[in-house]
């Protein structure tokens, strides 16, 4: 489409051109060495624009295209960015919230169509020692084995939403892919939440 555009201007410029060469007033093309008026930016007789000033010059043209897509691209994801998560964002509290306690616990749970899978749930108990209030909690999980070699790891995210400067409990499960067996001790952490005052999700 945009070239078409560009190409009906063109032929429009090129034919209104041709009736108005005055004789004496004329320079030499640069592209095909004809006689053509002074002041033309498009050549009236093999149709090259000759100066880049022109704002209906094709570079011209996509050039303020491409930055009017890509400003609005941006804006865009922008816009919908904030909706889900507005600022503050939790990269300025890193660290705010704090797991005061937590401990696993295995269930063995019924797997379909026969058999049995053991599950790993870690609960426990965050604090929000910042003033701003969090949703969209997530966390990285590692195991070790009885040596401190790590052996499985997970990231998981729970959903409950912890005030300014208060606590809650979480509870987030994890399947094992290691034999259960191995598993010797945990670490869980918070690497991030989301602010609460954004509506969308
Ligand atoms: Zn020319």
Redesign the pocket.
């Known amino acids: 489409m945009v070239a078409s555009v560009i190409i009906l201007i063109s032929n429009k410029r090129g034919r209104l051109g041709k009736t108005n060469v005055n004789a004496e007033n004329q320079k030499s093309?640069?592209?095909?060495?004809?006689m053509?008026p002074a002041p033309a930016k498009l050549?009236?007789?093999?149709?090259?624009w000759?100066s880049l000033g022109s704002f209906r010059h094709p570079v011209v043209i996509i050039s303020v295209m491409l930055v009017f897509f890509f400003g609005m691209a941006f804006a865009i994801s922008t816009f919908f960015t904030r909706l889900v998560n507005p600022p503050p964002y939790y990269d300025e509290y890193l660290g705010s919230l704090k797991l005061v306690e937590s401990r696993l616990n295995w269930i063995e749970r019924d797997k379909q169509p026969s058999g049995k899978e053991n599950q790993i749930y870690i609960t426990g108990i965050v604090t929000n020692q910042c003033p701003v209030a969090w949703r969209n909690i997530e966390f990285e999980c590692r195991f070790f084995d009885r040596n401190g070699k790590m052996i499985d790891a997970a990231n998981t995210s729970s959903y409950f939403t912890i005030q300014a400067h208060d606590s809650s409990a979480f509870r987030v499960s994890v399947l094992p892919t290691a034999p259960t067996n191995q598993y010797a001790a945990y670490k869980i952490f918070v690497t991030t939440a989301r602010n609460v005052k954004g509506w969308l999700f």
Request: proline content about 14%.
């Open positions: 093309c640069p592209f095909c060495a004809e053509i050549c009236p007789r093999c149709g090259q000759l």
